[in-house]
């Protein structure tokens, strides 16, 4: 019985997941449309499913009802491009680029994770910053924090943080420093322009 209630639940937050990875794809989409296009470049449909986990199928689906097309050999190219990378990336993600963010629990900078019980946090305070393996890339650790880190074989998880003043930040990556520890990586010029 303890066991079914643990299963509905993680059954539960997947849903609420997905359906909020649909909302940002869509969101992205109906902005891109909105200003007339009806192809979608494929820069566009990598980012969407690489950053918020979007469906390249759905990105399809859509613009083909509009009459557009989505540049799926380009979006395979950048796709193969991302899994050469993600080899050499391991280097610097746990290296040089990291080395800010594990000063962090000299600094007790220590984030409660709150994801399996909630998605969606307010009243969340920056703990600490650092710079990213990117100029326009940040390290964050907020608490509380429902993002999960990377760990036992699972990726790091990704979606969007939405900051008091509606400004909406891509968090690409999440990871564990150090045994306390939850840094998010985040990329703010991602979701420019994201209603």
Known sequence: EERAAVIASVIHTEEVQFFATLDTG?????????????DVEASLAFRLYDTFGF???LTRTLAEARGGQVDVSGFDLLMAEQRARSGAGKAW??????????SW???D??????GYGALVERDVRVLASAAG??????????SPCPFYPQGGGQ??????LE?????????????????????????????????
Request: charged share 25%; with cysteine; net charge negative.
């Open 26 to 38: 869509m969101g992205i989409l109906k902005s891109h449309f909105e200003k007339g296009s009806v």
């Open 55 to 57: 469906p390249l199928d």
């Open 93 to 102: 993600s746990h290296s040089d680029a990291e080395s800010g963010i594990k």
């Open 105 to 107: 629990a000299g600094q």
């Open 109 to 114: 900078v220590r984030p409660v994770f709150t």
């Open 133 to 142: 393996p990117e100029p326009n890339q940040t390290w964050l650790a907020i």
């Open 155 to 160: 990726c790091g998880d990704r979606g969007v």
């Open 163 to 195: 900051l008091a003043d509606g400004t909406k930040v891509a968090v690409l990556d999440t990871t564990r420093p150090y045994p306390e520890g939850i840094a998010l990586l985040v990329d703010k010029e991602l979701c420019a322009g994201l209603a």
